[in-house]
């Protein structure tokens, strides 16, 4: 698949790499040949750690892998079922199915693109296991009810915080409040390795089996040499990865403070406008605004707005996926529409584009082309 980045004059984002920094990093990497598990690898999961406020931090090549192994650590197995946000990219709900699992979906807020945590409850039988709870375009899902209602059932907690790095539900960072956290840095993210991802813990029971499991279920022994306990992954980050994440982490919060000044920008032109619903800032959370997601009226007909935005060289995208409406998970007895807040989603979100370095012009451009489109359907 091709990047389309080249193709819009307002892509939906533009990764910030400092090409100097980059570039000294590749050339200190291809004069010490250490190209795996090396001093940047190691850099990267400190200033991770560090910067979350957890013990462990492991990076990972991907947030579906960092997923996965959560789920293998945390002891889900074939026949459990798990809980899991509908709204989400699919691989939240595939690594249940890779470990022959259940995803039992639970329906979003109305107001909100994240888990109703009244909806969990009624999900729940003998055999669930864990929940795993999505911050959906880093917007924070509501944290401390979904762990109360995991504490009275005993189920362990999976953040998918693949989009959240840096988004906080009651000054908590996203992330660090269920049992493990997991990451991703996909260009589209706010940080980027190229791809890549991340898992995080404050368990040290949970941190080593980690360790042994990204590394192909082997750990070292005195001489030195690997002994295989496990049948393990190679889920590791390289280290010209590492180098691109750790020049992405010295930063992060600039690149957050950015995303935001430009959404404020979107939220004042974008108020009081036909056919548009905008996100509902809150007290209790801060994001890091990962994308930019609206919902359009029912009557807009997405695909032929988006068409015309393309046409002026803007990107956009749906907002994400009501997984249960996915043919891939249809063997689990769902139709289309059974959960109808992240059904009306999928379909009548709208991403736009945000990043850094877009300018007031930019936005302005972006909101005049929008409200151009939308304006047929009000007259
Ligand atoms: C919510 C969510 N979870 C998981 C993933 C998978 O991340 P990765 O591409 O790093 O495997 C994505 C990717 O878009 C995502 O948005």
């Known amino acids: 698949m091709q990047n389309d980045n080249l193709k819009f004059k307002i892509p939906l984002i533009k990764p910030e790499i400092d090409a100097k920094k980059l570039k000294i990093a590749i050339d200190k990497i291809a ?210 990865q590492a180098a691109l994440g750790v020049e992405q982490m010295s930063k992060v919060r600039q690149i957050t403070a950015s995303r935001q000044r430009i959404a404020q920008m979107y939220f004042k032109k974008l108020s009081n406008i036909d056919g548009i619903r905008l996100t509902i800032p809150s007290k209790d959370y801060t994001t890091n605004f990962q994308s930019f997601v609206i919902l359009l009226d029912k009557k807009i007909d997405r695909e032929d707005l988006r068409k015309n935005l393309t046409k002026n060289k803007i990107e956009s995208t749906l907002g994400t996926y009501a997984m249960h409406a996915q043919k891939a998970f249809q063997k689990f007895g769902y139709k289309p529409g059974d959960l109808p807040n992240s059904y009306f989603a999928y379909r009548h979100s709208l991403t736009l584009p945000l990043y850094g370095q877009m300018t007031e012009k930019d936005v302005d451009f972006v909101v005049e082309n929008l409200k151009k489109c939308l304006s047929k359907y009000y007259v």
């Open 31 to 240: 004069r010490n040949g250490i190209l795996t598990k090396g001093k940047y690898l190691t850099t990267f999961e400190k200033k991770l750690s560090q910067f979350l406020g957890v013990k462990y931090a492991f990076a990972m090549s991907s947030c579906t892998t960092a997923l996965h192994l959560s789920l293998i650590v945390l002891g889900v197995k074939a026949g459990d079922e798990v809980i899991v946000s509908d709204f989400s990219f699919p691989a939240t709900g595939n690594v249940v199915v890779q470990i022959g699992a259940k995803p039992v979906f639970v329906d979003i807020e109305e107001n909100s693109f994240n888990i109703d945590p009244e909806k969990i409850e009624e999900a729940i039988t003998s055999k669930t296991k864990a929940i795993i709870v999505v911050h959906a375009f880093g917007l924070p899902a509501k944290m401390n009810k979904i762990l109360k209602i995991a504490k009275k059932h005993k189920l362990f907690v999976i953040e998918d915080a693949a989009c959240a790095l840096d988004s906080a539900w009651q000054k908590k960072l996203c992330g660090t409040w269920g049992d493990v956290g997991c990451f991703s840095f996909h260009p589209r993210k706010t940080i980027t390795t190229g791809e890549g991802g991340a898992v995080v813990t404050n368990n040290s029971k949970l941190a080593k089996h980690l360790e042994i499991l990204r590394n192909h279920g082997g750990i070292k022994n005195v001489a030195g040499d690997l002994e295989f306990i496990e049948n393990g992954f190679n889920y590791r980050l390289s280290e010209l």
